[in-house]
Nanobody, 123 residues
């Protein structure tokens, strides 16, 4: 059974940084496509960043140059380093895994989800 557990959320002021972690259990996760999503109150869940089994990453335009997705295969952990945070980055952040290696950034394409971690950025 696949289990994803996020951590690292919190409250910061604009311009600050946070690093989110997602520990993966129960499968050969390094072979599949993994991503971070976020959902702000009253808004749809949106893709933030994704990474494939070879380490190739892609990002939403809104976070390019500020966020970095990475993974540690030895620790079975996915990360999202978030710098230069803005109030509009406030949301619940989720990690997710596809059961294939092909990149995607639509929530419906992902089979497994973590429980989410809150990120709040104040101005």
């Amino acid at each position: 059974q696949v289990q994803l557990v996020e951590s690292g959320g919190g409250s910061v002021q604009a311009g600050g940084s946070l690093r989110l972690s997602c520990a993966a259990y129960g499968y050969f996760w390094s072979l599949y496509y993994m991503a971070w999503f976020r959902q702000a109150p009253g808004k749809e869940r949106e893709g933030v960043a994704g990474i494939d089994g070879n380490g190739k990453s892609n990002y939403a335009d809104s976070v390019k140059g500020r966020f970095t997705i990475s993974k540690d295969n030895a620790k079975n952990t996915l990360y999202l380093q978030m710098n230069s945070l803005k109030p509009e980055d406030t949301a619940v952040y989720y990690c997710a895994v596809r059961r294939v290696t092909i990149a995607a950034m639509e929530p419906a394409d992902f089979a497994y989800w973590g429980q989410g971690t809150q990120v709040t950025v104040s101005s």
